[in-house]
């Protein structure tokens, strides 16, 4: 992973280049207040004022150069603002001019991240470090890096090497590192305890066999908070089969549980003053002669019966049964997140997870905890007429919704029969995945969501001081 905390240091005098930003409104003043070979410069390099871009100004000796970068506005710096220097300027030591980079140190650092497993890299490129006045935002900023590179770094192995098993080690170290406690529960007690989990899971080699992972932290008097993640390692649609295309990127169905994982982590590391209750359903949804099939009824741990519309609907019917255990807890708050549907993506693209709440309060905490962190959720109803499309002639619910109308919702749908009425719940459909880069986001896995839902319970927990 990359050291983080080598990228941003505190500015005791060091020396450094210093950035000056300007955004199109201001430019015009400070150009004309520059020396003429900074001008020149400028001028050569086509430099405007606008996001994204830079030009090196000269200074009085060949390597006395410093930065003129563009942002869309330099009185309120958005997280990746400054992602784009960050990626494309020589390795060297960097501070802003007369400012703080504030948000914008989290895009600084993460548009350094380099998932490099599985390559030998003959030309390294070099750190670019950047200085902070604000000694109090560096360790939050590094954290949070640390938590988008875990939820990248999970979602881009492959998934031979982030099966269910692979899922456990992970969370046997973040529990290590914060005393928390792990229990997994697998074999014949999944298979009657957790009977959905199991049936998804079954058909996957031994190696692979499905989990249920739990991870407890925290002092049982303060709120229990439950964080349910969707850890399908790898899915193959089952008996359902998905063809090629599809089943290219579904080393990513375990987004879900890299989220929920991550969340967990900044909790801990943050020490929120909650009880918390982190639940990841682990399987592969794999073929083979015992794989669960088209037609079957499934008893969820709840009691409910689900009939088996399409084996490729199976997040919901893992989610079901970890959701369950977790409103036996009696938490005061509920956050799953899935890479759930394609049809959340067909509605809102990539970059938008889709968001359903059954509390209205809860919800605008998230748009707005999205909003403040360049973390953006929309919101999709719960809409109860779609129930209907749930309807099984033979059991008490199907799990998949018939003619292809509102899959997002249906599913969403699906999952609220598992949680308790008067218990907020919050359910995240989102990609985890970014097909074409940006600054500070490469192309691949992505954390969508997450620092959302971790300023939304910062807000709700965290002493105010």
């Given at each position: 992973?990359?050291?983080?905390?080598?990228?941003?240091?505190?500015?005791?005098?060091?020396?450094?280049?210093?950035?000056?930003?300007?955004?199109?409104?201001?430019?015009?003043?400070?150009?004309?207040?520059?020396?003429?070979?900074?001008?020149?410069?400028?001028?050569?390099?086509?430099?405007?004022?606008?996001?994204?871009?830079?030009?090196?100004?000269?200074?009085?000796?060949?390597?006395?150069?410093?930065?003129?970068?563009?942002?869309?506005?330099?009185?309120?710096?958005?997280?990746?603002?400054?992602?784009?220097?960050?990626?494309?300027?020589?390795?060297?030591?960097?501070?802003?001019?007369?400012?703080?980079?504030?948000?914008?140190?989290?895009?600084?650092?993460?548009?350094?991240?380099?998932?490099?497993?599985?390559?030998?890299?003959?030309?390294?490129?070099?750190?670019?470090?950047?200085?902070?006045?604000?000694?109090?935002?560096?360790?939050?900023?590094?954290?949070?890096?640390?938590?988008?590179?875990?939820?990248?770094?999970?979602?881009?192995?492959?998934?031979?090497?982030?099966?269910?098993?692979?899922?456990?080690a992970a969370a046997g170290v973040i529990a290590s590192a914060y005393g928390a406690k792990v229990e997994v529960t697998q074999g014949d007690p999944l298979a009657t305890g957790y009977p959905m989990i199991h049936a998804v899971g079954r058909a996957a080699d031994r190696s692979f066999a499905p989990r249920l992972i739990?991870?407890?932290?925290?002092?049982?008097?303060?709120?229990?908070?439950?964080?349910?993640?969707?850890?399908?390692?790898?899915?193959?649609?089952?008996?359902?089969?998905?063809?090629?295309?599809?089943?290219?990127?579904?080393?990513?169905?375990?987004?879900?549980?890299?989220?929920?994982?991550?969340?967990?982590?900044?909790?801990?590391?943050?020490?929120?003053?909650?009880?918390?209750?982190?639940?990841?359903?682990?399987?592969?949804?794999?073929?083979?002669?015992?794989?669960?099939?088209?037609?079957?009824?499934?008893?969820?741990?709840?009691?409910?019966?689900?009939?088996?519309?399409?084996?490729?609907?199976?997040?919901?019917?893992?989610?079901?049964?970890?959701?369950?255990?977790?409103?036996?807890?009696?938490?005061?708050?509920?956050?799953?997140?899935?890479?759930?549907?394609?049809?959340?993506?067909?509605?809102?693209?990539?970059?938008?997870?889709?968001?359903?709440?059954?509390?209205?309060?809860?919800?605008?905490?998230?748009?707005?905890?999205?909003?403040?962190?360049?973390?953006?959720?929309?919101?999709?109803?719960?809409?109860?007429?779609?129930?209907?499309?749930?309807?099984?002639?033979?059991?008490?619910?199907?799990?998949?919704?018939?003619?292809?109308?509102?899959?997002?919702?249906?599913?969403?749908?699906?999952?609220?029969?598992?949680?308790?009425?008067?218990?907020?719940?919050?359910?995240?459909?989102?990609?985890?995945?970014?097909?074409?880069?940006?600054?500070?986001?490469?192309?691949?896995?992505?954390?969508?969501?997450?620092?959302?839902?971790?300023?939304?319970?910062?807000?709700?927990?965290?002493?105010?001081?």
């Amino acid at each position: 992973m990359t050291d983080f905390a080598e990228l941003l240091k505190p500015d005791n005098g060091q020396p450094a280049r210093s950035i000056h930003l300007v955004d199109t409104s201001s430019f015009p003043g400070w150009l004309n207040a520059q020396p003429e070979r900074a001008r020149t410069a400028v001028a050569a390099q086509k430099f405007s004022g606008k996001g994204f871009e830079h030009a090196i100004l000269p200074g009085d000796a060949a390597d006395d150069w410093s930065v003129v970068a563009g942002v869309a506005d330099v009185g309120t710096l958005s997280s990746w603002c400054l992602a784009k220097l960050a990626e494309v300027l020589p390795a060297g030591t960097y501070r802003l001019h007369d400012r703080r980079p504030g948000a914008a140190a989290l895009g600084w650092l993460t548009a350094q991240y380099r998932f490099d497993r599985y390559r030998r890299e003959e030309n390294p490129v070099g750190a670019r470090i950047l200085l902070s006045e604000d000694v109090r935002q560096i360790e939050p900023a590094i954290v949070m890096a640390e938590a988008v590179a875990l939820v990248r770094d999970m979602v881009n192995t492959p998934a031979a090497d982030m099966g269910p098993p692979d899922l456990e080690a992970a969370a046997g170290v973040i529990a290590s590192a914060y005393g928390a406690k792990v229990e997994v529960t697998q074999g014949d007690p999944l298979a009657t305890g957790y009977p959905m989990i199991h049936a998804v899971g079954r058909a996957a080699d031994r190696s692979f066999a499905p989990r249920l992972i739990e991870l407890t932290w925290g002092d049982p008097k303060n709120p229990r908070v439950a964080i349910v993640g969707k850890g399908v390692c790898f899915d193959s649609g089952g008996l359902d089969i998905k063809p090629s295309s599809g089943m290219r990127l579904m080393k990513k169905d375990m987004g879900g549980a890299a989220h929920a994982l991550a969340l967990a982590k900044l909790i801990m590391a943050n020490r929120l003053p909650v009880h918390l209750h982190l639940l990841i359903p682990a399987v592969e949804n794999a073929i083979s002669g015992n794989a669960f099939r088209p037609g079957d009824v499934l008893t969820s741990r709840k009691g409910l019966t689900v009939e088996i519309g399409n084996t490729d609907a199976e997040g919901r019917l893992v989610l079901g049964d970890a959701l369950t255990k977790a409103v036996e807890g009696n938490p005061e708050l509920i956050l799953d997140f899935a890479t759930l549907t394609g049809a959340a993506r067909v509605a809102l693209g990539p970059d938008l997870p889709a968001l359903f709440a059954n509390d209205d309060g809860l919800a605008q905490d998230l748009e707005q905890a999205g909003t403040a962190t360049n973390d953006p959720l929309w919101r999709l109803p719960l809409w109860s007429g779609y129930g209907e499309m749930l309807k099984s002639d033979i059991a008490d619910v199907n799990n998949a919704g018939e003619g292809g109308f509102a899959g997002s919702i249906t599913a969403a749908l699906f999952l609220q029969k598992f949680v308790a009425d008067g218990t907020p719940w919050a359910h995240f459909d989102t990609f985890a995945w970014r097909p074409a880069g940006k600054p500070g986001r490469p192309k691949g896995g992505e954390a969508l969501g997450l620092r959302a839902a971790f300023a939304m319970l910062k807000m709700r927990y965290e002493p105010q001081t």
